[in-house]
């Protein structure tokens, strides 16, 4: 890649010399080549430029509408590539690879190198233009870029007779512009001027929407307005151009003119082709007919222009002189009118006459007709000779009307000479008084007053190089009172004028420096304070921002550790407020003595600070705004304090109170199953201590009910984790469900028992025995015994019937569940005895298959089922 930064450098762009054209006019790559030398020169005209930007765009955009999109700056829009990728897709029917979305730098580069290979696979070299220039918003590349564009899709593949690309577009325009008075199109610049060119195009195609012969060449402005106009009304054809410009640049722009032609060609070549088959029908029918009238025009453009030359003739060998020069003056400009005006018209029909009858005796002999003979006195060469006499008679008269002249001019040279001198020194200091007099420094910025001094520079040096011609004026006065001239009173008055004003111009152009040069250090002290006063109020004022915006957050906290943080975090920042507020002090003094300066001096700003929008006004009014919301804070973080320190109120008082309930609950429960195996006793003996054991349990209720409130409370509070306990209220509720499920089973086991044994006369002592034998079989299996659990019963899914092993010679039978089964699980010992237990699950259904992980309960390792 070239590096690219000369200052003197244009973008060269182009497709390379491998690249040819549709017809035979050449490569793209020569056409390039060819156009290198002005092409540098025209990319440094800042009014060029403007016209490409102009045309370019409108370009881009006629195109990219269709995708429903456009640009507005031709150098930023196509920075990230998307649009320049989307752009070539629209003009070439094509998919291009898919961009990437990222905004960082590489994707935009990636984006852009993505449409320059596109468009070099077209044949295109690109020369000098890397994605980083078109990344970083060059606009010469960018412009060049584009160029190449517009002329490998809109251009290059123009043919008109076996010439291509700009040639082909010439030929293009100049024969559909051939038949139009006053247009005579050589090129893509001057011949464009006067707008006359852009109606005949459309004049030529859609005659009903131009009325050509009321246009003026001398109106050129309007000649452009209204074709630029018509074609984007009527034939869609976006207004790529600015009248304005056009005329007022010397040479317009020759790559905005041929974009924008190449509309005018795409736009019309449908109806060419229709009008070319068209006309080849109609050419057979009509060849006798218009040999014919080649015939009569002929005759009627050979009588009128013979009648013309002879009426001419006469004027020019007409030699009478005149007394004074302008009178010989006047006849020159006439003759100079008739070289201008009257006579090109018929040198053109002397060409058009000799091109009609070659023309016409060619048709002839085609067409194996007898040539053509004009009427007597008519031939050609007769023309030629009357001609030939009308230019002899031309070069006399125009020799004797310049001899004349010049001894004229001898007679009145010298006070002529005087009174020329005396006009453009006169013109040149007219106004120049009154313009160093201005005081528009008052109300100038630095910029300005710099252009002024710049401007006054370059008045003192037009100044001194008008010294000659003062004292020119004074010699030839006193040349002209030496030979007594009859009017040296005139010119002495005149000349004794402008010496006086020449020295008024001198007094004057010193003052005026001296008053600028003091107004442009009084305003570079200005700038100085503008340029700090903006350095320091734009961080200032986006702390302020960030700081209203902070003040202005919304917070959502569950612990009061965390609002206890937003607080001190508050804190912090009201600390820094009294240096905030004299940095703020601090930047409103500059700009009180920036405006102190200029009040002092009778300086008059022009307008605000040129380095920042944030004005006075806007600080103070949004540290007012600060003040405003501090207090604001201070009062939201105060009220989540204190609904917080309740929360944790709340949670304490709840945690305390459910640390004392639930190892209750669990000491209870384990309780139970002592009992259940060590009872001593009689089975009523066993039975009253069961109940009165219950009885106990239920005493314990109120606790529950204080726990319920407090629970109701937090609920109340929206308050979702508690840190000060382990236990939730559904922990509670299940583990007493299980309690005084327990009892109240145990209780009816003893009383299941009473039943049988005085159902079938068992004594105290075979109960003895029994309840000695299943006690040895407990007590080794004790290690296995499933113990009772606090947590929820979680959902068991369904699965077939398994056996837990207690101990090798117990086995419980665990029920089928069905999902989704919660609470309590059923089983069955069998030992011999008639007994039943129950188990309970807390943490699913244990694994059955062999090897697999055991399953924990409340901490503790459950046996494994077989």
């Known amino acids: 890649m070239v590096d690219y930064h000369a200052a003197n450098q244009s973008y060269q762009y182009g497709p390379s010399s491998g690249s040819n054209g549709a017809g035979g006019g050449g490569s793209m790559g020569d056409y390039m080549a060819q156009e290198d030398d002005w092409d540098r020169d025209l990319l440094l005209d800042p009014a060029w430029e403007k016209q490409q930007r102009k045309t370019f765009t409108a370009w881009c955009n006629s195109h990219l509408r269709k995708a429903g999109t456009q640009i507005e700056n031709i150098d930023e829009d196509f920075r990230d590539g998307l649009k320049l990728m989307l752009l070539l897709e629209v003009i070439s029917g094509e998919r291009l690879p898919k961009p990437e979305r990222g905004k960082m730098r590489v994707h935009k580069i990636n984006n852009v190198n993505k449409a320059l290979d596109f468009i070099a696979s077209k044949g295109v070299k690109l020369v000098s233009i890397g994605a980083e220039e078109i990344v970083d918003g060059n606009a010469k590349m960018t412009l060049g870029m584009i160029w190449t564009i517009i002329l490998r899709f809109a251009i290059q593949d123009i043919s008109v007779e076996e010439t291509s ?133 002929y005759e009627r453009l050979a009588s009128d222009l013979l009648e013309w030359i002879r009426r001419t003739i006469p004027w020019l060998e007409d030699r009478v002189p005149q007394k004074t020069i302008q009178e010989m003056q006047q006849k020159l400009e006439d003759f100079r009118d008739y070289r201008r005006v009257h006579k090109p018209p018929k040198v053109q029909e002397k060409c058009q006459l000799e091109i009609n009858f070659n023309t016409l005796q060619t048709k002839l002999r085609l067409s194996n007709r007898p040539a053509f003979m004009p009427s007597e006195g008519k031939m050609v060469s007769d023309i030629n000779n009357g001609w030939q006499h009308l230019e002899q008679a031309e070069k006399g008269y125009e020799e004797w009307l310049l001899n004349e002249i010049r001894r004229l001019e001898r007679l009145d040279h010298l006070a002529e000479k005087f009174r020329q001198k005396a006009s453009i020194h006169e013109a040149w200091t007219d106004g120049k008084e009154a313009m160093l007099k201005q005081r528009d420094y008052e109300t100038a910025t630095l910029s300005d007053i710099k252009a002024l001094i710049r401007k006054h520079e370059a008045f003192e040096s037009d100044l001194a190089a008008h010294q000659d011609r003062v004292e020119q004026i004074a010699a030839i006065a006193q040349e002209l009172n030496e030979l007594d001239y009859y009017d040296s009173h005139n010119v002495n008055t005149r000349c004794q004028k402008i010496c006086d004003q020449w020295d008024a111009l001198g007094s004057l152009t010193h003052s005026r420096r001296e008053a600028l040069e003091k107004t442009e250090k009084q305003l570079e002290t200005i700038d100085q304070l503008h340029l700090e006063y903006a350095k320091r109020a734009a961080p200032f004022n986006n702390w302020m921002e960030s700081a209203m915006e902070d003040l202005q957050d919304m917070f959502i906290v569950h612990t009061i550790e965390e609002i206890e943080g937003l607080i001190s975090a508050h804190d912090q920042f009201k600390s820094t407020l009294p240096d905030a507020d004299r940095e703020r002090d601090a930047i409103l003094a500059i700009h009180k003595e920036a405006q102190r300066i200029a009040e002092s001096n009778h300086i008059k700003l022009s307008g605000s600070n040129p380095y920042t929008t944030v004005t006075p006004q806007i600080i103070n009014s949004k540290w007012e705004k600060v003040q405003q919301l501090v207090p604001k804070r201070d009062q939201a973080l105060l009220e989540e304090q204190s609904k ?166 117990v086995h419980i039978t665990v029920a089928e569940y069905q999902p989704p089964l919660t609470g309590p699980g059923r089983a069955s010992a069998t030992d011999g005895a008639q007994r039943h237990v129950t188990w309970t699950p807390s943490l699913g259904f244990p694994r059955g298959r062999r090897g697999g992980p055991k399953p924990r309960l409340w901490g503790k390792t459950l046996p494994t089922y077989q």
Request: net charge neutral.
């Open 165 to 297: 690309a700009k040639e082909g577009l010439l030929l293009w325009c100049q024969r559909k512009t051939a038949p139009y008075k006053n247009v005579n199109v050589q090129n893509f610049h001057i011949s464009w001027k006067d707008g006359l060119a852009f109606n005949a195009l459309i004049h030529r195609h859609r005659p009903e929407l131009i009325e050509y012969d009321k246009l003026r060449k001398d109106d050129p402005v309007t000649n452009l307005n209204n074709a630029f106009e018509v074609a984007e009304k009527y034939l869609d054809i976006p207004k790529m151009l600015d009248a304005e410009d056009i005329v007022n640049t010397a040479r317009p722009d020759e790559k905005a003119i041929m974009t924008y032609v190449s509309s005018f060609y795409h736009a019309f070549s449908g109806a060419q082709k229709a009008e070319t088959a068209a006309n080849r029908i109609c050419k057979v029918l009509a060849v006798n007919q218009e040999n014919e009238h080649l015939m009569e025009d």
């Open 644 to 809: 917080q320190q309740s929360n944790e109120r709340l949670r304490r008082q709840f945690a305390s109170q459910a640390n004392i309930v639930g190892p209750w609950i669990q000491t209870k429960m384990e309780e139970i199953g002592r009992i259940s195996i060590e009872m001593n006793g009689t089975l009523e003996d066993q039975l009253s201590h069961l109940k009165q054991y219950e009885r106990s349990i239920v005493d314990y209720k109120p606790n529950l009910d204080l726990l319920e409130q407090q629970h109701q409370l937090i609920q109340e509070a929206l308050i979702f984790d508690n840190k000060h306990t382990n236990y939730t209220m559904e922990h509670i509720r299940v583990g007493w469900e299980q309690l005084l499920t327990t009892i109240a089973r145990t209780i009816n086991e003893v009383e299941n028992q009473i039943l049988t044994r005085d159902a079938k006369g068992i004594s105290q002592e075979q109960m003895q025995e029994f309840r000695a034998s299943f006690n040895h079989f407990d007590k080794v299996g004790r290690s296995c015994r499933p113990r009772v659990s606090l947590l929820p019963a979680l959902t068991i899914p369904s699965r077939p019937l398994r056996r837990l092993c207690i101990c090798p010679s």
